[in-house]
């Protein structure tokens, strides 16, 4: 056992062991957020998140856990709340500078990868903490494209993917029950009927937040009355 393991606990260094307890403790945030889901469906990407309302008098459409990041492109995030709108307002900055620049939607692979360098930053410099977010960033550009981001600032490539408090239930159902021909109605019944199955609160329209990214279309957020369909 070592001597003084608290030390490491107090800022972004390794410790003897390899690991670096902040990011682990952003992490263990991530995991008490609500769950998130996102899906590539026929030539389109799903997005479906809980919103955990918790204050009986809180205006549920105040609260937002999907954003369109660009024309053809959308982010969900779970953990803390002010550290998902934070990078989500970066997200938005760097994207649309890129159209600014070349009048075109930056890719979504490019857009995934400059937030991951930015996260980074936080895990290797003291006097900051790491960003307690993980995200699914959806999107079309040459093909429907989605992203995870999660706090030690990796990303990787989902034909499905989950994060939150439910990831690891919902990931061995995306796995049964996921295909990549389902279209978008499709793939939001399944995302819908998995949040049902790993949130203990119970499922409403002012609580699910839904979109779909399309190349026809962009990005769609789906109105309550529509998601109502779905439940």
Known sequence: MYPNVQAYD???MFSPDGRLFQVEYAKEAVRRGATSIGMVADDSVVLIA?????EPLAVPSTIQKIFMVDSYIGATYSGFVSDGLHVISMMRTKTQTHRMIYNETEAVETVAREISEEMQ???QYGG???YA???LIGG????????EV???ASYLGYFADAIGSGKKQAEEMLVKSYKPEMDPEEAIKLGVGILKK???AKITPENIDASIITKAKGFEMLKPEKIATFL
């Open 133 to 135: 977010v993980s995200l």
């Open 121 to 123: 930053m936080a895990t």
């Open 10 to 12: 107090r800022g972004v």
């Open 150 to 152: 999660e706090p030690g």
């Open 198 to 200: 790993v949130t203990e």
């Open 128 to 130: 900051i903490r790491p």
């Open 50 to 54: 809980h919103k955990n309302i918790t």
């Open 140 to 147: 079309v550009d040459v093909m429907p494209k989605l992203f």
